[in-house]
């Protein structure tokens, strides 16, 4: 759990970025597309919705192929989660470039992520993959980019982990202060 002065919603103060996810728990139809709606429910720029998601569940082709563009080092964690989510986005629309594209993913996934907590599942999302290998065994269209990967499940056994993830596993969370991101009357003067 992180610290805060004040107090979060426990969804958020819980959500964290897991490494050791339990490969024989499955996560069920129903929770898989209650993610999904929270990510379909989330505000966008002129309510373009550019967010697309493919999902793969483990055993699956799809999981097999986003496991494969993953980067050595998220692959070696990230191929127990029994979900993995390619998050892409249109970038090109009909009225020409969208240039919230990215933004509005990111409300999207950050909607999908805090619901996942709220059921008791993880979620971790990466950006160390091929977006050339995801495109190509996808067939994306060019007018839309895939971003994340977000792996998806219940909390596995952190010694299951190398040492070295181990250990990140059980780093401190650390986040700049309050005062370095908050200002008022002019930048940099902190919020009283
Ligand atoms: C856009 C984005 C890309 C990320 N890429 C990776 C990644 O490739 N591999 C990884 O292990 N974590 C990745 N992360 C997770 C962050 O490292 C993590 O959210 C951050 O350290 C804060 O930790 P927390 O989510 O547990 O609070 C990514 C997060 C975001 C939002």
Do not use: C
């Not at 979900?83 to 629309?93: H, K």
């Amino acid at each position: 759990m992180n610290k805060t002065k004040v107090g979060t919603h426990p969804f958020i103060e819980n959500r964290r970025s897991p490494r050791a996810f339990d490969p024989d728990r499955p996560v069920s139809s129903e929770a898989l597309f209650r993610l999904l709606e929270a990510a379909r429910w989330a505000p966008s720029a002129n309510n373009i919705q550019p967010w697309r998601f493919i999902v793969g569940q483990r055993g699956d082709l799809t999981h097999q192929k986003i496991t494969s563009a993953l980067s050595d080092g998220n692959r070696i964690w990230a191929a127990h989660a029994p979900v993995l989510i390619l998050a892409v986005t249109e970038e090109e629309g009909e009225r020409g470039t969208q240039r919230y594209a990215w933004h509005d993913l990111g409300l999207a996934t950050s909607q999908m992520i805090i619901q996942a907590s709220s059921i008791g599942l993880y979620a971790h999302i990466m950006a160390g993959f091929s977006k050339e290998e995801a495109r190509s065994v996808f067939s994306i269209p060019v007018e839309y980019a895939p971003l994340t990967v977000i792996a998806i499940g219940y909390l596995g056994d952190i010694e299951a982990l190398s040492e070295k993830l181990q250990a990140r596993e059980k780093a401190p969370r650390v986040r700049k202060p309050l005062e370095e991101i908050a200002f008022q009357n002019t930048w940099g003067e902190r919020l009283s």
